[in-house]
Protein backbone atom coordinates (compact mmCIF):
# COMPACT_ATOMS: atom_id res chain seq x y z
CA UNK A 1 0.00 0.00 0.00
CA UNK A 2 1.27 3.25 -0.98
CA UNK A 3 2.48 5.44 1.77
CA UNK A 4 0.68 8.81 0.52
CA UNK A 5 -2.10 9.83 -2.36
CA UNK A 6 -0.11 13.87 -1.51
CA UNK A 7 -3.14 15.17 0.43
CA UNK A 8 -4.29 14.28 3.70
CA UNK A 9 -6.67 11.46 4.17
CA UNK A 10 -7.44 12.25 7.29
CA UNK A 11 -9.02 15.99 8.64
CA UNK A 12 -9.45 16.51 12.35
CA UNK A 13 -11.53 19.78 13.39
CA UNK A 14 -12.13 20.73 16.96
CA UNK A 15 -15.11 22.85 18.29
CA UNK A 16 -15.80 23.68 21.86
CA UNK A 17 -15.50 19.90 23.26
CA UNK A 18 -16.22 18.09 19.92
CA UNK A 19 -13.58 16.95 17.70
CA UNK A 20 -14.93 15.80 14.32
CA UNK A 21 -12.54 13.49 12.17
CA UNK A 22 -12.81 12.80 8.62
CA UNK A 23 -11.89 10.29 6.66
CA UNK A 24 -10.60 11.87 3.50
CA UNK A 25 -10.19 9.43 -0.17
CA UNK A 26 -13.83 11.06 -1.20
CA UNK A 27 -12.34 9.47 -4.85
CA UNK A 28 -11.61 5.78 -3.20
CA UNK A 29 -14.63 6.18 -1.62
CA UNK A 30 -12.40 6.30 1.79
CA UNK A 31 -10.87 2.89 1.51
CA UNK A 32 -8.25 2.82 3.88
CA UNK A 33 -4.11 2.52 3.18
CA UNK A 34 -0.92 3.13 5.08
CA UNK A 35 -0.91 6.63 5.50
CA UNK A 36 -4.81 6.98 6.47
CA UNK A 37 -4.61 4.70 9.00
CA UNK A 38 -1.21 6.32 10.54
CA UNK A 39 -3.04 9.50 9.93
CA UNK A 40 -5.69 8.28 11.82
CA UNK A 41 -3.93 6.89 15.16
CA UNK A 42 -2.17 10.19 15.10
CA UNK A 43 -5.53 11.91 15.35
CA UNK A 44 -6.80 9.84 17.83
CA UNK A 45 -3.49 10.54 19.65
CA UNK A 46 -4.19 14.64 19.26
CA UNK A 47 -7.78 14.05 20.22
CA UNK A 48 -7.05 12.68 23.58
CA UNK A 49 -4.37 15.18 24.08
CA UNK A 50 -5.77 18.14 23.52
CA UNK A 51 -8.62 17.10 25.93
CA UNK A 52 -12.04 16.85 23.48
CA UNK A 53 -14.83 15.20 25.45
CA UNK A 54 -16.80 13.85 22.32
CA UNK A 55 -15.59 12.43 18.95
CA UNK A 56 -17.41 12.47 15.48
CA UNK A 57 -15.90 10.01 13.30
CA UNK A 58 -17.26 10.42 9.35
CA UNK A 59 -16.52 10.33 6.05
CA UNK A 60 -16.09 12.50 3.16
CA UNK A 61 -17.78 12.33 -0.36
CA UNK A 62 -20.54 9.15 -0.96
CA UNK A 63 -19.10 6.87 1.67
CA UNK A 64 -17.97 6.42 5.44
CA UNK A 65 -15.35 3.51 4.22
CA UNK A 66 -15.07 1.18 1.70
CA UNK A 67 -12.77 -1.11 3.70
CA UNK A 68 -9.24 -1.61 3.21
CA UNK A 69 -8.00 -0.19 -0.09
CA UNK A 70 -7.60 -3.60 -2.22
CA UNK A 71 -5.99 -1.72 -5.21
CA UNK A 72 -2.86 -2.05 -3.28
CA UNK A 73 -2.93 -5.75 -2.20
CA UNK A 74 -0.52 -8.51 -3.17
CA UNK A 75 -2.71 -11.83 -2.90
CA UNK A 76 -0.03 -13.87 -3.76
CA UNK A 77 2.86 -12.64 -1.32
CA UNK A 78 1.30 -10.94 1.38
CA UNK A 79 0.49 -12.09 4.68
CA UNK A 80 -2.77 -11.70 5.75
CA UNK A 81 -2.31 -11.90 9.31
CA UNK A 82 0.37 -9.80 9.68
CA UNK A 83 -1.72 -7.27 7.71
CA UNK A 84 -4.39 -7.48 10.28
CA UNK A 85 -2.38 -8.08 13.50
CA UNK A 86 0.54 -5.04 12.33
CA UNK A 87 -1.56 -2.14 10.49
CA UNK A 88 -5.48 -2.93 11.59
CA UNK A 89 -6.13 -3.87 14.42
CA UNK A 90 -3.97 -1.99 16.58
CA UNK A 91 -5.98 1.00 15.03
CA UNK A 92 -9.09 -0.35 15.91
CA UNK A 93 -8.69 -1.69 19.43
CA UNK A 94 -7.08 2.38 19.80
CA UNK A 95 -10.43 3.59 18.54
CA UNK A 96 -12.69 1.34 20.54
CA UNK A 97 -10.30 2.16 23.69
CA UNK A 98 -10.22 5.73 22.92
CA UNK A 99 -10.92 7.45 26.98
CA UNK A 100 -13.56 9.90 24.89
CA UNK A 101 -16.93 9.18 23.90
CA UNK A 102 -17.03 8.25 20.03
CA UNK A 103 -19.79 8.97 17.54
CA UNK A 104 -19.67 7.36 14.16
CA UNK A 105 -21.92 8.98 11.21
CA UNK A 106 -22.13 6.06 8.60
CA UNK A 107 -23.13 7.03 5.04
CA UNK A 108 -22.70 5.21 1.73
CA UNK A 109 -20.98 2.10 1.91
CA UNK A 110 -19.35 0.93 5.44
CA UNK A 111 -17.15 -2.11 4.82
CA UNK A 112 -14.23 -4.22 6.24
CA UNK A 113 -12.14 -2.17 7.92
CA UNK A 114 -14.48 0.49 7.60
CA UNK A 115 -17.29 -1.38 9.12
CA UNK A 116 -15.32 -2.34 11.96
CA UNK A 117 -14.01 0.77 12.26
CA UNK A 118 -17.54 2.12 13.23
CA UNK A 119 -18.36 -0.47 15.11
CA UNK A 120 -15.03 0.49 17.49
CA UNK A 121 -17.21 3.37 18.22
CA UNK A 122 -19.41 3.80 20.98
CA UNK A 123 -22.67 5.09 19.25
CA UNK A 124 -23.50 4.76 15.31
CA UNK A 125 -26.17 6.97 13.66
CA UNK A 126 -26.74 5.43 10.24
CA UNK A 127 -27.86 6.96 7.15
CA UNK A 128 -31.30 5.22 5.54
CA UNK A 129 -29.95 3.98 2.71
CA UNK A 130 -26.52 3.46 3.98
CA UNK A 131 -24.75 0.33 3.01
CA UNK A 132 -23.65 -1.76 6.00
CA UNK A 133 -21.52 -5.50 5.98
CA UNK A 134 -18.53 -7.16 4.57
CA UNK A 135 -19.11 -8.86 1.51
CA UNK A 136 -16.02 -10.61 2.10
CA UNK A 137 -17.53 -14.25 0.67
CA UNK A 138 -17.16 -12.58 -2.65
CA UNK A 139 -13.57 -12.36 -2.19
CA UNK A 140 -12.27 -15.67 -0.03
CA UNK A 141 -11.86 -13.61 2.83
CA UNK A 142 -12.42 -13.58 6.27
CA UNK A 143 -14.34 -11.15 8.29
CA UNK A 144 -11.88 -9.21 9.95
CA UNK A 145 -11.62 -5.88 12.63
CA UNK A 146 -13.59 -7.50 15.24
CA UNK A 147 -17.23 -7.28 13.51
CA UNK A 148 -17.27 -11.28 14.66
CA UNK A 149 -17.55 -9.90 18.29
CA UNK A 150 -20.02 -7.28 17.59
CA UNK A 151 -22.64 -9.24 15.17
CA UNK A 152 -22.75 -12.10 17.48
CA UNK A 153 -23.39 -9.86 20.57
CA UNK A 154 -25.66 -7.31 18.34
CA UNK A 155 -27.83 -9.57 16.42
CA UNK A 156 -26.98 -13.43 17.15
CA UNK A 157 -24.66 -15.75 16.17
CA UNK A 158 -27.49 -17.02 13.15
CA UNK A 159 -27.74 -13.38 12.10
CA UNK A 160 -23.97 -13.13 12.43
CA UNK A 161 -23.68 -16.68 9.92
CA UNK A 162 -26.35 -15.58 7.48
CA UNK A 163 -24.29 -12.24 6.92
CA UNK A 164 -20.59 -13.49 6.55
CA UNK A 165 -22.05 -17.04 4.62
CA UNK A 166 -24.13 -14.72 2.15
CA UNK A 167 -21.93 -11.20 2.05
CA UNK A 168 -25.17 -9.43 2.53
CA UNK A 169 -25.15 -6.00 3.23
CA UNK A 170 -27.88 -4.03 5.33
CA UNK A 171 -29.24 -1.26 4.66
CA UNK A 172 -28.90 1.26 7.55
CA UNK A 173 -32.52 0.89 8.40
CA UNK A 174 -32.20 -2.81 8.49
CA UNK A 175 -28.81 -2.37 10.39
CA UNK A 176 -30.82 -0.45 13.20
CA UNK A 177 -34.21 -2.80 13.30
CA UNK A 178 -31.05 -5.30 13.96
CA UNK A 179 -29.63 -3.30 16.46
CA UNK A 180 -26.33 -3.31 14.55
CA UNK A 181 -26.11 0.49 14.99
CA UNK A 182 -28.18 2.95 17.52
CA UNK A 183 -30.64 4.27 14.91
CA UNK A 184 -30.87 5.13 11.03
CA UNK A 185 -31.98 8.48 9.87
CA UNK A 186 -32.67 10.24 6.63
CA UNK A 187 -29.43 10.55 5.25
CA UNK A 188 -29.69 14.37 4.18
CA UNK A 189 -30.34 14.80 8.38
CA UNK A 190 -27.54 12.65 9.39
CA UNK A 191 -24.20 15.06 9.90
CA UNK A 192 -26.62 17.36 11.64
CA UNK A 193 -28.49 14.58 14.26
CA UNK A 194 -24.39 13.19 14.73
CA UNK A 195 -23.22 17.07 15.57
CA UNK A 196 -26.12 17.48 17.84
CA UNK A 197 -25.70 14.29 19.55
CA UNK A 198 -21.99 14.78 20.10
CA UNK A 199 -22.53 18.03 20.94
CA UNK A 200 -25.28 17.22 23.90
CA UNK A 201 -22.68 14.48 25.31
CA UNK A 202 -19.51 17.15 25.50
CA UNK A 203 -20.84 19.19 28.20
CA UNK A 204 -21.44 16.05 30.41
CA UNK A 205 -19.76 14.21 32.97
CA UNK A 206 -17.33 12.59 30.68
CA UNK A 207 -14.94 11.13 33.43
CA UNK A 208 -18.27 8.84 34.14
CA UNK A 209 -18.67 8.36 30.55
CA UNK A 210 -15.49 6.84 30.06
CA UNK A 211 -15.66 4.98 33.01
CA UNK A 212 -19.24 3.24 31.98
CA UNK A 213 -17.09 2.76 28.58
CA UNK A 214 -15.09 0.93 30.34
CA UNK A 215 -16.96 -0.84 32.92
CA UNK A 216 -19.49 -2.12 29.09
CA UNK A 217 -16.23 -3.06 27.82
CA UNK A 218 -14.97 -5.45 30.11
CA UNK A 219 -18.08 -6.67 30.27
CA UNK A 220 -18.50 -7.80 26.59
CA UNK A 221 -14.65 -8.88 26.74
CA UNK A 222 -14.45 -10.92 30.10
CA UNK A 223 -17.68 -12.35 30.33
CA UNK A 224 -17.37 -10.84 34.38
CA UNK A 225 -19.56 -12.55 37.19
CA UNK A 226 -22.51 -9.79 38.33
CA UNK A 227 -20.50 -9.56 41.82
CA UNK A 228 -17.81 -8.76 39.30
CA UNK A 229 -19.37 -5.97 37.84
CA UNK A 230 -20.82 -4.30 41.13
CA UNK A 231 -16.61 -4.80 42.08
CA UNK A 232 -15.98 -2.68 39.01
CA UNK A 233 -19.15 -0.21 39.56
CA UNK A 234 -17.74 0.70 43.00
CA UNK A 235 -14.18 1.71 41.88
CA UNK A 236 -15.19 3.61 38.71
CA UNK A 237 -17.94 5.28 41.58
CA UNK A 238 -14.76 5.75 43.94
CA UNK A 239 -12.57 7.68 41.58
CA UNK A 240 -15.80 9.17 40.09
CA UNK A 241 -16.12 10.74 43.37
CA UNK A 242 -12.55 12.61 43.36
CA UNK A 243 -13.97 14.72 40.51
CA UNK A 244 -14.61 17.72 39.91
CA UNK A 245 -17.78 16.36 37.95
CA UNK A 246 -19.27 14.93 40.40
CA UNK A 247 -18.89 17.12 43.38
CA UNK A 248 -20.04 19.72 41.75
CA UNK A 249 -23.16 17.50 39.75
CA UNK A 250 -24.38 16.17 43.05
CA UNK A 251 -23.88 19.47 45.12
CA UNK A 252 -26.24 21.41 42.13
CA UNK A 253 -28.74 18.77 42.61
CA UNK A 254 -28.95 19.68 46.28
CA UNK A 255 -29.01 23.47 45.23
CA UNK A 256 -31.49 23.23 42.57
CA UNK A 257 -29.50 24.36 40.30
CA UNK A 258 -27.73 23.10 36.71
CA UNK A 259 -24.16 22.07 37.01
CA UNK A 260 -20.99 23.13 35.03
CA UNK A 261 -19.41 19.68 34.24
CA UNK A 262 -15.73 20.13 32.86
CA UNK A 263 -14.96 16.29 31.74
CA UNK A 264 -12.67 16.18 35.53
Known amino acids: MPESDGEATVLLTFDGGVAELVLNRPAKMNAMNLAMVRELGESLDTVESKGARALLVRGEGRAFC ?14 GEAILRDIFN ?28 A ?32 FVARVGAHRALELIYTGRLLSGREAAEWGLVNRSVAGADLLRRTREVAASI ?21 SPSFAEVLAAE ?27 FTGN
Open 66 to 79: SGRDLADADPLHED
Open 90 to 117: PLIERLAGLAVPTIAAVHGACLGTGLGL
Open 119 to 150: LACDLIYAADDARIGSPFARIGAVLDSGAHAA
Open 202 to 222: APGPTAAFVESKRIVRSITDA
Open 234 to 260: AAAQGRASRTHDYQDGISAFQEKRKPA
